[in-house]
């Protein structure tokens, strides 16, 4: 259409019309705008004319044309269903990488085998994901190892689909497919995907078009069929489990395209406290260097109607060191760490104590059970008549049931009581790790910085500057601690005042950016001010003069002027 718009043709020669498109509405449109540019339309295998009778020919055969594809679609979901039915696989142009055909041979194909030369691959593409490494990192290593891509593969077996092109990199949108892939694991499924198609209109160019999207089917989607015997597992339902999350926490810390992802410790761990929305970092003009700012800001394009607090921001250089210091500050207190824990030892012992006594409950029931079994067993052997010794044997077999049941139960109750020693130990070792951390935190770096506030489940919540909190909050941002897999409820830090301007009356000159932390960390939380940096008005005849808070006013007055 943009060549003939463009007056790059003169003709377009068309065998059959339905080649052209199945919808008299395209086809209309076609010979409309070629019809406007002075494009003529040939068709070498009919005999369609431009009058009146041929236009309506053209019509028809394009209503046909449609009716025909609705038959197709018809005819191969009927085909599909009945193959489903079976218990067939759905055919395709090659296997599942990490399988072969059990049944090459050209239209069976119905279910996979392991190849054992790229199993092992899907294996540890999976085992890498586990243990935290990312998703373009692995596709790096897995291209320094050599190891030859899917489309490579099938390249070098005869396979690979005619028009495509083999990849000779690893993409991590491969592997990414490969992970949520639930054919790896065992649980493979036909219609799994739903594919509809949409009408859009872009807003740059006003043209409308179909659009196809696709999701996934929920597992208890009737028309999602479970086919777990077509496709052996490569991995374990505990590998994949492991996999999932740890690919959302690697998207979490994902530094993006941040030159510099160490230059906010807090980044991903600091949220806006009017809207909830994470706060991203990014630069500011003029050498102001890093800055935390509500998502909002990114997401409307500079309206903040998402946010109530019109997306606010604070400098790296303010929320990295003294929210880092409010943390060091608290954990060297040790007393801080023995309240957090006590809540955590109270109900662990209080699950303790609850395990024994429903242990010796359950003791209690099996002996005398296995008392009641040793009488009837004695009865069973003085009776002699048929009927009353089945009677009392199936009365028998029903106590051996339930004494089966009551020695299950006493193995939970024993998982849970070992359950609730590994809590203890765990939380010996928090204080340990807390007394370590406590040690070492002025020798930090940003990394371990970084690292330590994760463990600690650290989360800032920022707010506006001039916001004024309903409960009386002095602080611009607070920050809440919660380990994970602790029970107990999070701890927050004492605030820390951080107002403008700076307390104590004093007041600095010639700041740069770079002087900041120290202005933070000196005053702000040590109280101590920055000398070197401290503005003096020197005393002379052109003195300002000074307020009521001793506070410099206007500007001096020269006397030639």
């Not at 540890?124 to 897995?142: S, Y």
């Not at 992802?261 to 706060?279: E, K, N, S």
Request: with cysteine; glycine share 8%; proline share 6%.
């Amino acid at each position: 259409m943009d060549a003939i718009q463009a007056h790059e043709i003169d003709g377009v020669v068309i065998d059959v019309l339905d080649r052209l498109s199945r919808d008299e509405g395209d086809c209309g449109a076609f010979y409309h705008h070629a019809d406007r540019y002075g494009v003529a339309i040939e068709l070498a295998s009919e005999d369609l004319d431009d009058t009146e009778q041929g236009r309506n020919m053209r019509t028809l055969s394009g209503i046909m044309g449609r009716m025909e594809r609705a038959d197709i679609r018809r005819r191969t979901q009927r085909g599909r269903k009945a193959r489903i039915a079976a218990g067939k696989m759905y055919t395709g142009p090659h296997p599942l990488y990490g399988y072969l055909w059990g049944d090459p041979k050209a239209g069976e194909r119905s279910y996979y085998v392991v190849d054992p030369e790229t199993s092992w691959v899907v294996v540890f593409i999976f085992e890498q994901l586990a243990d935290g490494v990312p998703i373009r990192e692995l596709a790096r290593t897995l291209d320094a190892r050599g190891i030859p891509t899917p489309f490579q593969v099938l390249d070098a077996r005869g396979q690979l689909p005619n028009g495509r092109v083999a990849a000779t990199e690893w993409s991590h949108t491969t592997i990414q497919r490969m992970a949520w892939n639930p054919a790896y694991w065992g649980a493979y499924s036909a219609n799994r995907a739903q594919r509809t198609t949409v009408k859009v209109r872009p807003p740059e160019t006003g043209i409308t078009k179909k659009v196809c999207r696709t999701r996934e089917r929920d597992v208890d989607d009737p028309v999602r069929v479970a086919m777990p015997h077509a496709c052996p597992a490569l991995v374990s339902v505990e590998l994949a489990a492991r996999v999932h999350p740890r690919l959302a926490q690697n998207k979490e810390d994902s530094a993006g395209r941040n030159p510099d992802p160490l230059a906010t410790i807090w980044r991903g761990l600091a949220v806006c406290g009017h809207c909830g929305q994470r706060m991203y970092t990014g630069s500011r003009a003029h050498g102001e260097g890093r800055w935390y700012s509500c998502r909002a800001r990114y997401m409307n394009g500079g309206s903040f109607d998402r946010c109530q607090g019109h997306a606010p921001t604070i400098a790296a250089g303010v929320l990295d060191v003294a929210g880092w210091a409010n943390v060091v500050a608290w954990l060297k207190k040790e007393r801080n760490v023995e309240r957090l824990l006590a809540e955590w030892q109270r109900e662990e012992q209080s699950t303790e104590k609850s395990v024994m006594s429903r242990l010796d409950a359950v003791a209690d029931t099996i002996a005398a059970l296995r008392g009641k079994m040793d009488a009837l067993a004695e009865t069973i052997a003085e009776t002699s008549k048929g009927e009353s010794r089945r009677t009392l044997q199936e009365k028998l077999d029903r106590y051996a049931d339930q004494v089966t049941a009551e020695e299950k139960k006493r193995e939970r109750l024993l998982s849970e009581a070992s359950e609730a020693v590994d809590h203890a130990r765990e939380a010996r070792d928090v204080r340990e790790w807390v007394r370590a951390v406590a040690a070492k935190a002025s020798t930090m770096t940003r990394a371990q910085q970084r690292a330590t506030l994760k463990a600690l489940g650290a989360q800032a919540t920022v707010w506006r500057a001039d916001y004024v909190h309903p409960d009386g909050w002095p602080q611009r941002y607070k920050i809440r601690l919660h380990w994970t897999g602790f029970t107990g409820q999070p701890v927050t830090l004492p605030a820390t005042q951080l107002s403008h301007p700076v307390p104590d009356n004093v007041w600095y000159a010639m700041v740069t950016p770079d002087d900041v932390p120290e202005i933070v960390q000196e005053h702000l939380i040590g109280g101590r001010p920055v000398q070197r940096l401290v503005y003096r008005n020197k005393p002379g005849k052109n003195k300002l003069p000074r307020d009521e808070h001793d506070r410099p006013i206007g500007r001096p007055q020269r006397e030639d002027a």
